[in-house]
């Protein structure tokens, strides 16, 4: 009796010891599941990115006054006639 009472609980805490730092164990399931948050908010971060960049080449599509302001600041492109002040800091 006493022997196989031995034998169970050596086995229980085997098993314990395998579920929670064995490969797959619980360890590395709560470690995963924090990897998979972290893509998850990567991935809504860069989705509303996406739409941002979405609606703003429809907007260079379709309005010239922007694409222009766009053009302008970007590159320092000037129009005919205009003078360029270079300020240094």
Same mark, same amino acid.
């Given at each position: 009796?006493?022997?196989?009472?031995?034998?169970?609980?050596?086995? =229980? $805490?085997?098993?314990?010891?395998? !579920?929670?730092?064995?490969?797959?164990?619980?360890?590395?399931?709560?470690?995963?599941? @924090? %990897?998979?948050?972290?893509?998850?908010?990567?991935?809504?971060? =860069? $989705?509303?990115?996406?739409?941002? !960049?979405?609606?703003?080449?429809?907007?260079?599509?379709?309005?010239?006054?922007?694409? @222009? %302001?766009?053009?302008?600041?970007?590159?320092?492109?000037?129009?005919?006639?205009?003078?360029?002040?270079?300020?240094?800091?």
């Amino acid at each position: 009796m006493r022997k196989e009472f031995f034998f169970i609980i050596i086995t =229980l $805490v085997f098993s314990i010891i395998l !579920l929670l730092f064995g490969k797959n164990g619980y360890l590395d399931f709560i470690s995963l599941q @924090k %990897t998979y948050q972290n893509i998850h908010a990567q991935n809504q971060r =860069l $989705v509303t990115e996406n739409q941002k !960049l979405k609606k703003q080449i429809k907007r260079i599509q379709t309005d010239p006054v922007y694409l @222009k %302001t766009i053009i302008r600041h970007t590159m320092g492109f000037t129009e005919k006639g205009e003078i360029v002040f270079i300020v240094e800091k």
